[in-house]
Nanobody
Framework: QVQLVESGGGLVQAGGSLRLSCAAS????????MAWFRQAPGKEREFVSA????????YYAGSVKGRFTISRDSAQNTVYLQMNSLKPEDTALYYC?????????????????WGQGTQVTVSS
């Protein structure tokens, strides 16, 4: 059974940086995408970024492009999200997901397994 464990969240001032990690276990991920989504209080979960494991193709939401960078470590089965120039509106619970359904990489329906989330809070 696939397990995803996120870490790296915390409290940071606006303009600061955080790096989230998602460690995957219990499966082979070479044919999958891994993604980050986030959900702020009172809002729906939204796509942040994704990476195709084999090709390294990356996807970003417009709101984070140029500030966030997704990367992977194949040896460690870990995906990272480097978040720079953080804004208060980035405050949310950040979830890691893995999957390779035919839906678009930006869609929640493309993913089969989800982590429990890690909280990111950006103060102004």
């Amino acid at each position: 059974q696939v397990q995803l464990v996120e870490s790296g969240g915390g409290l940071v001032q606006a303009g600061g940086s955080l790096r989230l990690s998602c460690a995957a276990s219990g499966g082979s991920f070479s044919n999958n995408r891994m993604a980050w989504f986030r959900q702020a209080p009172g809002k729906e979960r939204e796509f942040v970024s994704a990476i195709t494991w084999s090709s390294g193709t990356k996807y970003y939401a417009g709101s984070v492009k140029g500030r966030f960078t997704i990367s992977r470590d194949s040896a460690q089965n870990t995906v990272y999200l480097q978040m720079n120039s953080l804004k208060p509106e980035d405050t949310a619970l950040y979830y890691c997901a893995v999957g390779m359904r035919p839906q678009r990489a930006t869609s929640e329906q493309a993913y089969d397994a989800w982590g429990q989330g890690t909280q990111v809070t950006v103060s102004s």
